[in-house]
């Protein structure tokens, strides 16, 4: 459920009317939901009740804006981290360093060093040239790293391929027969602590079947990493539950179901479970707010070009995303149109034949579920600024990330000295 709702006719976040954030700030415009971040919060703890101390550790990257990292921080959760940036950045909000866990197969030195003198509470390892490449760094350092090994448990999540991270041919974690040795070699380095083991299939998962079938296989080498004398103590889950984008499609498994499946495998694990949710936390907690900039007659359909571009929201180029399409004033009547951006590519198309409320030139439309992985993925693709943020909470919004004028587009640039103009 979210907070975004059709208060006299005009679509709302929370007590604030959209049109007025896209007067004050212009568009295009990300904006969040504080209730609605809270709420889901709220449901996923629900959901893992029974479970003890769970660690949440939410998933920067999904959205890492400091006011959407503050508003978690402020309700306890950790953090998933994947880069010495998101890593700061979650530092910055105030979140524990203890609470935060560092995946991701390409951690450099500089970051396992960064990590550890913040103190962070796990690195899940995804190969063994890391593990020793992270012994080295620690020894250097003389500290001991925390660790767990990612398990790759060769299982299809039945979600978009490049979603899919579980199928033994992807880039993560180590292969599930050669765990044993692993752990063995791993623990072997003094300047290492052995403590847990990961998975991770995907995201936006919509059948738990995979889920569960990579979880019992986590539980098979709990056992025997144990019984081969591993003090392993946190089973970390991965995050991935998908969350409803079409209203025409059946909605995926509600977090009450995944934390039944996930008590129901791990019953007798008597280790400290942990949790990487993202889209599930953010996803329906935000919108992206855009005008219609014409409506262009085409041979088949009419084109409805925004003000947003493949650049603030890349999901529908790069995955076929859907996201729904709502006017912040709905008129009379519906249409059937193609929703483009204006970038110069015919990629740059948020819907095809989508039937939607009917929209002229000047009118603003909120595309839905654009919390997660929206303003994060963004760019400045045809010289395009990068979208600002607000964040709303109750009848109170604030502008949480800038938009920062077109010269900033060049300020990193350098001209080659070769070009460097004659001064007169
Ligand atoms: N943990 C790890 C190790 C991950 O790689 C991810 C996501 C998560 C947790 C969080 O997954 P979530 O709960 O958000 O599904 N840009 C894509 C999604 C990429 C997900 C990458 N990894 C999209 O827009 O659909």
């Known amino acids: ?6 208060i006299d006719g005009v679509l709302h976040a929370e007590a604030v009317p959209l049109t007025l954030i896209a007067e004050a700030v212009g568009t295009p415009v990300y904006v969040y939901s504080t209730a609605t971040i809270e709420r889901h919060v709220e449901v996923f703890r629900e959901a893992l009740a029974g479970i003890d101390d769970p660690w949440i550790a ?19 959760l950790g953090a998933d981290v994947v880069s010495g940036g998101e890593l700061m950045r979650a530092r910055a909000a105030g979140i524990p360093a203890e609470r935060i866990v560092f995946s991701g197969v390409g951690k450099t030195a500089d970051e396992m060093a960064l990590a550890l003198r913040e103190g962070i509470g796990q690195f899940n390892l995804e190969s063994e040239p890391e593990a020793e490449m992270l012994a ?3 020894e250097m350092l003389g500290m001991v790293a925390p660790c767990a090994y990612r398990i790759n448990p060769a299982v299809e999540a039945g979600t978009h391929s490049k979603i899919s991270t579980g199928r033994a041919d992807d880039k993560f974690g180590i292969a599930y027969d050669t765990a044993l040795d692993a ?3 791993a623990a072997a380095r003094p300047s290492l602590k052995m403590q847990g083991i990961a998975v ?20 098979l080498l709990l056992a025997a990493l144990r019984a081969a004398g591993h003090a392993i103590v946190n089973a970390d889950l991965g995050g991935g539950l998908g969350v409803p984008y079409d209203p025409a499609k059946p909605i995926p498994p509600l977090p009450a179901a995944y934390g039944e499946m996930v008590r129901d495998v791990t019953a007798g694990w ?3 479970l942990m949790f990487e949710p993202g889209r599930l936390i953010v996803g329906n907690a935000g919108v992206l707010l855009s005008r219609v900039i014409r409506v262009k007659e085409g041979v088949n359909r009419p084109f409805v070009i925004l003000d947003a571009a493949m650049n603030d929201l890349l999901r529908p180029a790069m995955y076929e995303a859907w996201h729904d399409i709502r006017a912040v004033v709905p008129r009379e009547g519906e249409m059937t149109a193609h929703v483009v951006g204006p970038i110069c590519e ?25 919390g997660a992985y929206g303003a994060t993925m963004g760019n400045t693709y045809n010289s395009r600024a990068l979208t600002p943020e607000v964040l709303v909470s109750g009848k109170d919004w604030a502008v949480v990330r800038r938009r920062l004028p077109l010269e900033t587009l060049i300020a ?7 070009l460097q103009q004659d001064q007169h």
Request: proline share 3%.
């Open 270 to 272: 008597n280790a400290r």
């Open 183 to 185: 752990y063995a070699r």
């Open 346 to 370: 015919t990629g740059d198309t948020f819907a095809r034949d989508r039937e939607m409320d009917r929209v002229e030139a000047g009118d603003l439309v909120a595309f839905m579920t654009a």
């Open 1 to 6: 459920m979210n907070h975004f709702d059709l």
């Open 200 to 219: 991770h299939i995907g995201s936006q998962l919509t059948d738990l079947a995979p889920s569960r079938a990579a979880f019992e296989k986590v539980g």
């Open 412 to 418: 990193g640039d350098e001209l080659a000295p070769w």
């Open 136 to 138: 080295d760094v620690a």
């Open 58 to 76: 939410y998933a920067v990257k999904a959205n890492p804006n400091a006011a959407v990292l503050a508003t978690l921080a402020k309700l306890g």
